[in-house]
């Protein structure tokens, strides 16, 4: 079977709840244990031997996705490419548009993602039940979650033999614990019925599925497998971790274990300089020309490409600006963030910025790009936007 992809990848309007990181870079190029997200699908993807094409399909600017697509093409060795839409025209719009460029070439299936989605993908498993289920029309990746946090999703209720029985996206009333993963494998039918509307927009979550389940042709495959979303700035961290986890098994090449004093799962590229009496991990990534001094503690964070960490600093549960620089003896900190270990199937919270009482939401600390923190200062739960320079403490605080 020949597979198509297309990859969803919004646009500047879309994730401004991942500000200030999305300020400098698209969110999906946003580095993630050392690969940009969106890297990460495709990665997955290209695992499939049948696999004839990539499309990324958002709004953004083409400029800013061609470097990226034509590093991807020569790495992978599959054609990929970005295809800019005029705004956003819903999940199904732009491939309503895009129809004839996607049926090209006969493809006997087609993958749609959404970019803000991560984990450990069983895109080969969902390819093997589209072939034995020929009465499959369309498949949904769906996982579980709790009764209370199922009705932020699109809600799935599976019968038997896999069939979707009924499909609600983000209900006002329980429906089920399955939810979609926002990953799909569907039949060119499908995609050759799609016609936009006069708005524009058109979505397959509100006006696609629902009338497939009518039909009984809409099926699920539910996974175990890691999967959450990154909504968040405060998301991210998470899925460092987990894909910092996933490299074990599959790139532990990646995996730095020497050179500094390392704990657990830690990503430093090649470029970087660090310090061997620093102490890195767990779940860290640092990325390209970063600059790590003398006795420097790092856990649970993010250091982004051209940061400079002088001696003596400690950063736990952050995200680090490109181009920042954290001076000597400085303490970073944020509040760390995770599912539930103790509930099962417990999945991230996308909490609001601010508690009813007008307080900042406990979280990750985030510099944004180009921010400088002078020596001896203590940042605990802030928000900090590009281009500040810190000369004294600041906590659970938005420096605008």
């Known amino acids: 079977m020949v597979f198509k992809a297309t990859i969803l ?61 034509e590093r991807c093409q020569q790495q992978y060795r599959i054609p990929i490419r970005y295809v800019q839409e005029k705004g956003p025209q819903g999940t199904a719009g732009g491939m309503a548009r895009l129809k004839e460029e996607l049926l090209s070439g006969e493809p006997e299936g087609i993958f749609v993602m959404n970019a803000d989605v991560c984990g450990d993908l069983p895109v080969d498993e969902m390819v093997e039940q589209l072939n034995t289920q020929k009465e499959a029309e369309c ?22 033999n896999n069939r979707v029985l009924h499909y609600v996206d983000k209900p006002t009333t329980f429906i089920s614990v399955n939810i979609s993963c926002g990953v799909y494998l569907m039949r060119p039918r499908i995609v050759k019925s799609l016609e936009a509307c006069e708005s524009g927009s058109l979505w397959f979550e509100t006006d696609i599925f629902p009338h497939m389940t009518h039909k009984g042709t809409l099926y699920a495959h539910n996974t175990k497998r890691w999967w959450s979303q990154t909504k968040t700035a405060a998301a991210v961290l998470y899925a460092n971790r987990a894909y910092l986890r ?48 003398k006795g420097v503690r790092i856990k649970e964070s993010i250091i982004l490409a051209d940061t400079i960490v002088h001696k003596r600093a400690c950063i736990m549960h952050s995200v680090i600006g490109w181009r920042s620089v954290i001076g000597e003896w400085s303490h970073v900190e944020g509040v760390p963030l995770a599912p539930n270990p103790n509930v099962p199937f417990a999945k991230m919270e996308n909490r609001p910025l601010f508690l009813k009482d007008g307080r900042l939401t406990p979280s990750v600390t985030i510099l944004g790009s180009d921010v400088t923190v002078a020596p001896e200062t203590i940042l605990l739960n802030v928000v900090v936007l590009p281009y500040k320079e810190l000369t004294q403490s600041h906590t659970n605080q938005i420096i605008l």
């Open 139 to 160: 498949i949904l990746l769906t996982t579980e979650a709790t009764r209370e946090q199922s009705t932020n999703f699109g809600c799935v209720a599976i019968g038997g």
């Open 246 to 293: 996933l490299y074990r098994t599959r790139y532990a090449a990646r995996l730095r274990v020497a050179g500094a004093q390392i704990v657990g799962d830690v990503f430093i590229d090649p470029s970087a300089e660090v310090d061997p009496t620093a102490k890195i991990g767990p779940n860290v990534s640092i990325g390209p020309n970063a600059k790590i001094g």
């Open 9 to 69: 990848v919004g646009g500047a309007q879309k994730g401004t709840r991942f500000r200030p990181l999305s300020l400098q870079l698209p969110k999906p190029l946003f580095p993630i244990a050392g690969v940009p997200l969106v890297e990460h699908h495709i990665d997955q993807l290209a695992q499939l031997p049948a696999l004839s094409e990539i499309i990324l399909l958002g709004f953004y600017p083409a400029e800013e996705f061609a470097d990226f697509c």
